[in-house]
């Protein structure tokens, strides 16, 4: 019966009792749900530069890439697991530069980004993100956390709102002067869940930084991560 349980994200108490006297049975629907300390990472890395043409933002953006890459690979973080997500050179919109002297708009016409997807373990995301900061990422930090089991989270929580369903059904039966029998059918309401994204706190990029500057890692804990579940289930009364 559990397998066939899905995982929704809802709130945490007993919904709906009914109870039929002509196939002697009480249906209740429960919701539960169970959390588990994240045990994935994807981690988002990114940097934009400026040029005062296209060919110079784009060299700039080049060499940022190259050392982008290398920290983090440095840092333990394996080939396969660097996805590129977007990357881009354009012109520069010329209100973006309305407040700069002279001068320094004219070096900043054009600009280019690029951005990237790492998988990391949860303890390795303050360790990479310092090494990708210090190589010039300054458009880095959200972190999507996720449990790697999912199912067996879901499942955890579809055996707490069962327990809690059949739990209700009993005070329900008791109070009909009746006798819990066993569990006839079961079923769910279901919602897919994702993983959640969180912005790293830490210091305001800089523009530019210079390639492989050592940066203090960040404290980090992974967050908790819920599962919940919805259940209906039937129960003969004798």
Do not use: C
């Not at 190259?66 to 333990?76: L, N, Q």
């Not at 990391?120 to 990422?137: E, F, H, T, W, Y």
């Not at 199912?151 to 579809?158: I, T, V």
């Amino acid at each position: 019966v559990l397998g066939a349980l899905g995982v929704m994200v809802a709130g945490g108490r007993a919904q709906q009792i009914q109870v039929s006297g002509n196939n002697r049975t009480i249906q209740v629907t429960a919701t539960d749900s169970a959390e588990r300390r994240a045990d994935a990472a994807v981690l988002h890395l990114g940097y934009q530069v400026y040029g005062a043409s296209s060919a110079e933002a784009y060299g700039k953006g080049a060499a940022v890439s190259k050392d982008v890459v290398a920290a983090i690979t440095e840092a333990g973080v394996a080939g396969d697991a660097i996805e590129s997500t977007a990357q881009s050179t354009g012109a520069v919109e010329n209100y973006a530069n309305s407040g700069l002297p002279i001068e320094e708009a004219a070096q900043r016409r054009f600009t280019a980004q690029q951005s990237w997807s790492v998988r990391v373990a949860p303890g390795a995301v303050a360790r990479v993100l310092a090494a990708a900061v210090g190589a010039g990422a300054n458009q880095s930090g959200a972190v999507d956390w996720s449990v790697v089991d999912g199912e067996s989270l879901g499942a955890e929580a579809a055996a707490k709102a069962l327990r809690h369903a059949r739990l209700i059904a009993e005070q329900m039966a008791a109070g009909l002067d009746a006798k819990l029998g066993p569990l006839e059918y079961a079923s769910n309401q279901a919602e897919g869940g994702g993983p959640v994204r969180r912005m790293v706190d830490g210091p305001a990029p800089v523009v530019n930084a210079a390639p492989r500057k050592l940066v203090p890692e960040l404290r980090l804990s992974p967050p908790m991560e819920r599962a919940a579940a919805t259940v209906t289930a039937v129960f003969s009364i004798q």
